[in-house]
C-alpha cells in the first residue's frame, strides 16, 4: 500500500537553532540522542517470498517522530495553543498534559493556551476565554476522564473566523486533538494559515475511539474502551447464564468501524455472536441472526450478543439528518434488536429473559487505563517535538510500532475498516463460533 502513497510531510522552513534539549549526537552510544529526517520506515510490511526487492523514494517512507537536532521556532517566541474536538474519549487529559509538560519542562516554552469547548472556543460568539496552561494545572488531569478543556462538535468549517482568532491570539503553534472531522478542520486551518503567510504549526494527535483513522495502528482510548466494554460483557453473560433462555444483549461504539466489537469479544471470551458494519447479516431466515440465537439457546440455554451502533443500518428506517460534526444520524440498532428477539421468541411462544446494556458513555468517560496513559504521553511528546521542528499539517501516529509523521491530508482521505477476510475476523469468529455468514 506505501508504494502508492506520498508520505511527505510538510515544513515550515528551514531549522536553524539548536534544540535546547541536550541529546546524544553520536549514534551507538547507548545514550539518548536525536532523529533525523531520513530516518524512515516502510508502511506496508507484507512481502511475498520470492519477490524482487526494491527501493523507495523519501516520499514513499514514513518520517520517524522524535526531537530534531535544530529547531524552528525559539522557545521565548512560542504561543501555543491546544484543542480537544469532539466526542469525549479515555485519555484526552493525558495527552493535554504530557504537550503542557514537554513544551513546559523541555522546550522552555513559557505561553500554553488552552482553547475551551473546541473549535468553537475560537469563535467571537461563544466568547470564551483561553485557558492558561503550565505544568501546575495539568499535573494532576490524567487522573479523572473527560478534558479540563471542554469539547464540542462541529465550528470547524468556519475557517476563517477561525484564523482571524489564532492570528489575533499570536498563536504560532496549534496542536488538534480529534478524529476524522477535527483533523479535517485543522487541515482546512493549515490550508487557510499557509493562504495568510502566516508561520503556524498545526499539528494533529488522532483520537478516535472507533480506532477508524486510517494508517494509524491504534488510536489513543481503544485499550481503555475495550477494557470496559469487556465489563460490559462479563455482565452479560452473568445475567444470561443464570436465567432460563437468557440473552445479554450489549451495544457497542464503532459507527463505520467494528473493532471495539470484535476486539471485545476476543477478549471477553464471553461472546456468541459479534455484529459489526463491515459484515452485514440478515435478522431472518433459516441462516438469520434469530434462527441461530434459538439454536444456541436450545442448546446452551444462554447467550450473549454483542453488536456495534453501526451495524445492521439497512435493517432500519433511519433520517438522513447528520449530527454538528457531519456524521450522519443512526438508527438505534441495539433497541431494534432487542425489540426483534422479544418479539420473535413471543411468536414461538418460548419465553425469553433478555438484558440489554449499553455502557457508551461509562466507556467514553472513563479515565484513561495504564497502557493507554502511556501512549497518550509518548503521542503528546512526540507532538511538541514536530511543532517545535516546523512540522506542519501533520498527524502524530503509530505505525509498525513506531512513531511517526503522518501527513493528514492522508489520514483523512478515507477511513479504517476491520477487512472481513482478516486474521482479526477469522479470530473474532473463532471465538465466538458463530457462522461465517448469516445471510440467507
Given at each position: 500500500?506505501?508504494?502508492?502513497?506520498?508520505?511527505?510531510?510538510?515544513?515550515?522552513?528551514?531549522?536553524?537553532?539548536?534544540n535546547?534539549?541536550?541529546?546524544?549526537?553520536?549514534?551507538?552510544?547507548?545514550?539518548a540522542?536525536?532523529?533525523?529526517?531520513?530516518e524512515?520506515?516502510?508502511?506496508?510490511?507484507?512481502?511475498?517470498?520470492g519477490?524482487?526487492?526494491?527501493?523507495?523514494?523519501?516520499?514513499?517512507?514514513?518520517e520517524?517522530?522524535?526531537p530534531?537536532?535544530?529547531?524552528?521556532?525559539?522557545?521565548?517566541?512560542?504561543?501555543?495553543?491546544?484543542?480537544?474536538?469532539?466526542?469525549l474519549?479515555?485519555?484526552l487529559?493525558?495527552?493535554?498534559?504530557a504537550?503542557?509538560?514537554?513544551?513546559?519542562h523541555?522546550?522552555?516554552?513559557?505561553?500554553?493556551?488552552?482553547?475551551p469547548f473546541?473549535?468553537?472556543g475560537?469563535?467571537?460568539?461563544f466568547?470564551l476565554?483561553?485557558?492558561?496552561?503550565?505544568?501546575?494545572?495539568?499535573?494532576?488531569?490524567?487522573?479523572?476522564?473527560?478534558?479540563?478543556?471542554g469539547?464540542s462538535r462541529?465550528?470547524?468549517?468556519?475557517?476563517?473566523?477561525?484564523?482571524?482568532?489564532i492570528q489575533?491570539?499570536?498563536?504560532?503553534?496549534?496542536?488538534?486533538?480529534?478524529?476524522?472531522?477535527?483533523?479535517?478542520?485543522?487541515?482546512?486551518?493549515?490550508?487557510?494559515?499557509?493562504?495568510?503567510?502566516?508561520?503556524?504549526?498545526?499539528?494533529?494527535?488522532p483520537?478516535?475511539?472507533?480506532n477508524?483513522?486510517?494508517?494509524?495502528?491504534?488510536?489513543?482510548?481503544?485499550?481503555?474502551?475495550?477494557?470496559?466494554?469487556?465489563?460490559?460483557?462479563?455482565?452479560?453473560?452473568?445475567?444470561?447464564?443464570?436465567?432460563?433462555?437468557?440473552?445479554?444483549?450489549?451495544r457497542?461504539?464503532?459507527?463505520?468501524?467494528?473493532?471495539?466489537a470484535?476486539?471485545?469479544?476476543?477478549?471477553?471470551?464471553?461472546?456468541?455472536?459479534?455484529?459489526i458494519?463491515?459484515?452485514?447479516f440478515?435478522?431472518?431466515?433459516?441462516?438469520?441472526?434469530?434462527?441461530h440465537?434459538?439454536?444456541?439457546?436450545?442448546?446452551?440455554?444462554?447467550?450473549?450478543?454483542?453488536?456495534?451502533?453501526?451495524?445492521?443500518?439497512?435493517?432500519?428506517?433511519?433520517a438522513?439528518?447528520?449530527?454538528?460534526?457531519?456524521?450522519?444520524?443512526?438508527g438505534?440498532?441495539?433497541?431494534?434488536?432487542?425489540?426483534?428477539?422479544?418479539?420473535?421468541?413471543?411468536?414461538?411462544?418460548?419465553g425469553?429473559?433478555?438484558?440489554y446494556?449499553d455502557?457508551s458513555?461509562?466507556?467514553?468517560?472513563?479515565?484513561?487505563?495504564?497502557?493507554?496513559?502511556?501512549?497518550?504521553?509518548?503521542?503528546g511528546?512526540?507532538?511538541?517535538?514536530?511543532?517545535?521542528?516546523?512540522?506542519?499539517?501533520?498527524?502524530?501516529?503509530?505505525?509498525?510500532?513506531h512513531?511517526?509523521?503522518?501527513?493528514i491530508?492522508?489520514?483523512?482521505?478515507?477511513?479504517?475498516?476491520?477487512?472481513?477476510?482478516?486474521?482479526?475476523?477469522?479470530?473474532?469468529?473463532?471465538?465466538?463460533?458463530?457462522?461465517?455468514?448469516?445471510?440467507n
Amino acid at each position: 500500500m506505501s508504494d502508492t502513497q506520498d508520505f511527505s510531510v510538510e515544513n515550515l522552513g528551514q531549522c536553524k537553532i539548536s534544540n535546547p534539549i541536550e541529546y546524544s549526537l553520536v549514534a551507538g552510544d547507548s545514550l539518548a540522542g536525536y532523529v533525523n529526517d531520513d530516518e524512515r520506515i516502510v508502511h506496508d510490511v507484507a512481502r511475498t517470498a520470492g519477490a524482487e526487492p526494491r527501493s523507495f523514494t523519501s516520499g514513499e517512507l514514513l518520517e520517524l517522530a522524535g526531537p530534531r537536532e535544530k529547531v524552528y521556532f525559539p522557545a521565548k517566541h512560542v504561543h501555543a495553543g491546544i484543542v480537544t474536538c469532539g466526542g469525549l474519549c479515555p485519555g484526552l487529559n493525558d495527552v493535554i498534559r504530557a504537550i503542557v509538560r514537554c513544551l513546559w519542562h523541555q522546550y522552555g516554552v513559557r505561553r500554553i493556551s488552552g482553547i475551551p469547548f473546541g473549535y468553537n472556543g475560537l469563535l467571537p460568539e461563544f466568547n470564551l476565554t483561553p485557558i492558561e496552561l503550565n505544568p501546575d494545572e495539568v499535573d494532576d488531569i490524567h487522573k479523572i476522564g473527560g478534558t479540563i478543556l471542554g469539547s464540542s462538535r462541529g465550528g470547524g468549517e468556519r475557517t476563517e473566523e477561525l484564523v482571524d482568532a489564532i492570528q489575533r491570539m499570536n498563536i504560532n503553534m496549534l496542536f488538534t486533538i480529534g478524529g476524522d472531522g477535527t483533523q479535517k478542520g485543522a487541515l482546512a486551518l493549515a490550508h487557510e494559515i499557509e493562504r495568510r503567510n502566516l508561520k503556524v504549526a498545526v499539528i494533529g494527535i488522532p483520537k478516535t475511539i472507533d480506532n477508524d483513522l486510517r494508517f494509524i495502528q491504534k488510536s489513543f482510548g481503544f485499550d481503555t474502551a475495550v477494557a470496559k466494554a469487556t465489563e460490559a460483557v462479563v455482565s452479560a453473560h452473568t445475567e444470561a447464564h443464570s436465567a432460563i433462555f437468557g440473552v445479554g444483549l450489549v451495544r457497542l461504539m464503532g459507527r463505520e468501524s467494528g473493532f471495539i466489537a470484535a476486539h471485545t469479544a476476543l477478549a471477553s471470551h464471553e461472546a456468541n455472536f459479534c455484529l459489526i458494519p463491515e459484515v452485514p447479516f440478515e435478522i431472518d431466515g433459516p441462516n438469520g441472526l434469530l434462527e441461530h440465537l434459538h439454536q444456541r439457546l436450545r442448546q446452551r440455554n444462554h447467550a450473549v450478543i454483542i453488536v456495534a451502533e453501526g451495524a445492521g443500518q439497512e435493517h432500519l428506517q433511519s433520517a438522513e439528518a447528520t449530527d454538528a460534526s457531519g456524521n450522519k444520524r443512526l438508527g438505534d440498532i441495539g433497541v431494534y434488536l432487542k425489540q426483534r428477539i422479544i418479539d420473535y421468541f413471543d411468536s414461538l411462544k418460548v419465553g425469553v429473559n433478555l438484558k440489554y446494556i449499553d455502557p457508551s458513555y461509562t466507556i467514553r468517560s472513563a479515565e484513561a487505563a495504564p497502557t493507554d496513559s502511556v501512549y497518550c504521553s509518548r503521542l503528546g511528546n512526540n507532538a511538541v517535538h514536530a511543532a517545535m521542528s516546523g512540522k506542519t499539517k501533520t498527524l502524530i501516529g503509530l505505525v509498525n510500532n513506531h512513531f511517526v509523521h503522518l501527513p493528514i491530508p492522508i489520514a483523512v482521505a478515507s477511513r479504517n475498516y476491520v477487512d472481513p477476510e482478516s486474521s482479526l475476523w477469522r479470530d473474532v469468529i473463532e471465538a465466538t463460533q458463530q457462522p461465517v455468514s448469516m445471510k440467507n
